[in-house]
């Protein structure tokens, strides 16, 4: 009888227990369905509108778990049709926090100062177009988006988004076998890289901030950069001459490389990223973001588990410092982590963005979402939203998002963020209006 009871109890507390959120998840925000209470020793701290997390009740605050279990992530596809994946530039980010070996740095509040993020911006794709997950890219498939090449107008809708929506950055990908005309090993062709700085220019027009995006997943068709595939000295030579063009303007970003993945040695592809870092700061660009690119699709969710973090980590200026290098991170919310499906699943708090935001505090670092989405779903808006409250409430250590994508993509693309025309009048789509669009969330 008292085994039963003791049973009878265990049960009853189990049923209890899963009717409450654990320490550290969410328990609350606009749509949030799950529990809204906390166990024994937290409280349920709201965070924003979107987003309230069980924090422990000897803590004041909001702030991230200490630890994270690797999820393992499915592989995101890209081709041509569909893609798996308000301040200066010049303004300074440096490494402040001592750097203290991961997990032993204990549970960090984001600042009073947290709660606005830095950067708010959409993918502008068109120069990709051709280019394939394994490198392999055709220079004539790239279709420039814009009106005089005949693609979409892309001008148009980055002057509407900056002017309608409030946002300040866009990413602006190209296919390294455009820019040297599908000469591996070869120069960066003047004539195409002219073509795609008109898209640059168009989009530094517009006030805001420009990432210049290789979108080649750390390959050559197919071979891996210096682990096979093309030399450091190669990629750097590229990197050298776009960064000699844009040396002067604060408002360029240098994203190295999209979506390594599958990359053996981590380390390694950290020498590579450092031969990039080192191109582009000799070529006089000293002030500006550079994004470094982790393997395993850059995930946001084992950034810091497969190694990635540790290694980019020692990638430095020329000086020796880490001052604007920032970690270049993706992250989509639909059931495989592809960004092929137009249902959401997750805000990715629990499993990706807390976990990183405790790593980045404890080491001083910082991290950019340059790839983020869903499709016009109500799923989407839910967990998108409560995905860039999260990163809102921690902004010292994320610097923003970049929603994929619009340009030359139709409405019909699955996760489409192209604004439709009539006339003078632009019309955002579903989720742009709900979550992406700054003026929107305010």
Known sequence: MKQILALTTLALWVVSARAQAQTWQQCGGIGWTGPTTCV?????????????????????????????????????????????????????VSSSAPSQPSGSCSPNLPPASAGKLRFAGVNIAGFDFGCNSDGSCTASAAWPPLTKYYGMDGAGQMQHFVSDDGFNVFRLPVGWQFLTNNVQGGP?????????????????????????????????????????????????????????????NSKIIFGVMNEPHDIPDI?????????????????????????????????????????????LSKVTNPDGSVTNLIFDVHKYLDSDNSGTNTECVTNNIDNAWAPLAQWLRCHGRQAFNTETGGGNTASCATYLCQQIAFQKANSDVFLGYVGWAAGNFAPGYPLSETPSQSGSIWTDTSLVKACLAPKSQS
């Not at 349920?44 to 000897?58: E, F, K």
């Not at 990039?276 to 550079?290: H, K, P, S």
């Open 40 to 92: 024994a020793g937290s409280v349920c701290s709201v965070l924003n509108d979107y987003y309230s997390q069980c924090i422990p009740a000897t803590v004041t605050g909001p702030t991230p778990p200490p630890t994270s279990s690797p999820t393992s992530v499915t592989s995101k596809s890209s081709s041509s049709s569909s893609h798996s994946t308000s301040t200066s530039t010049s303004s300074t």
């Open 267 to 311: 380390v390694r592809w950290a020498q590579s990223v450092q031969a990039a870092v080192t191109a582009i700061r000799n070529a006089g660009a000293t002030t500006q973001l550079i994004l470094l690119p982790g393997n395993n699709w850059t995930s946001a969710e084992t950034f810091v588990s497969n190694g990635s973090a540790d290694a």
């Open 188 to 248: 960066v062709n003047d004539a195409n890289l002219q073509e795609y700085d008109d898209l640059v220019q168009a989009c530094l027009a517009t006030g805001a901030s420009c990432i210049i995006d290789l979108h080649n997943y750390a390959r050559w068709n197919g071979k891996i950069i210096g682990q096979g595939g093309p030399t450091d000295d190669v990629l750097a030579a590229t990197w050298s001459t776009i960064a000699s063009k844009y040396a002067s």
